[in-house]
């Protein structure tokens, strides 16, 4: 199986703060990576697929970049609703896997 | 949009068996390709299975974990897909997720999911 890895794990920002996740894959995933947000007791929240396109109804402060093997998760502009943690997740084979995720909390 | 709902989850006992429903409306289920997701506490989000649209053979994969003891299926004249859970193990334990996903979108291998419903628990425990 391909390996996904995120760094930081956890990110302490504050509300306007421009926020960087990123995502490693053990093996080149060409653009086949996904981007959810999931709250406390909810499903996951698709944020962006192929890497750099936004799923409808995503406020465009989201931004998704990279391919072959890294990857990141831009918000520009902090928002309170995004307190939340954030997976990736690669589709590239048969097997597809996820990051061990971002937990983005208040400073 | 469209909305899925999750059913059949439960408490049952090692080596029994579960059948998970996912409930689809709100878009046309039969255009759409649909994966069972499950997420433990310690394991974090896992793939469990996948299967295609008619149009697509309706060609099923399935997780190293679960393969030969589950089965996923699907009635698109109920939109419905079932995940069926034979000799159930104690690390099956998690939130079951239903999704979907969007052919245009999805790689050779597999796809994202663009939906997903609200979840269902399966505890297996003795």
């Known amino acids: 199986d391909i390996h996904l890895t995120q760094s930081p794990s956890t990110l302490s920002a504050s509300v306007g703060d421009r926020v960087i996740i990123s995502c490693r894959a053990s093996?080149?995933?060409?653009?086949?990576l996904a981007w959810y947000q999931q709250k406390p007791g909810k499903a996951p929240k698709p944020l962006i697929y192929k890497a750099s396109n936004l799923e409808s109804g995503v406020p465009s402060r989201f931004s998704g970049s990279g391919s072959g093997t890294e990857f990141s998760l831009t918000i520009n502009g902090l928002q309170p609703d995004d307190f939340a943690t954030y997976y990736c997740q690669q589709y590239n084979d048969y097997s597809p896997t996820f990051g061990p995720g971002t937990n983005v909390d208040i400073k | 949009e469209g909305r899925l709902v999750e059913s059949g989850g439960g408490l049952v006992q090692p080596g029994q068996s579960l059948r998970l429903s996912c409930t689809a409306s709100g878009f046309t289920f039969s255009d759409y390709g649909m994966n069972w997701v499950r997420q433990t506490p310690g394991k974090g989000l896992e793939w469990v299975s996948f299967i295609r649209s008619k149009v697509h053979a309706e060609r099923r994969q399935y997780a190293a974990s679960v393969k030969d003891r589950f089965t996923i299926s699907r009635d698109d004249s109920k939109g419905i897909a079932y995940l069926q859970m034979n000799s159930l193990k104690t690390e099956d334990t998690a939130i079951y997720y239903c999704?979907?996903?969007?052919?245009?979108?999805?790689?050779?291998?597999?796809?994202?999911?663009?939906?997903w419903g609200q979840g269902t628990l399966v505890t297996v425990s003795s």
């Open positions: 999704t979907r996903s969007n052919h245009l979108y999805c790689s050779d291998g597999s796809c994202s999911a663009d939906l």
């Open positions: 093996q080149s995933i060409s653009h086949f």
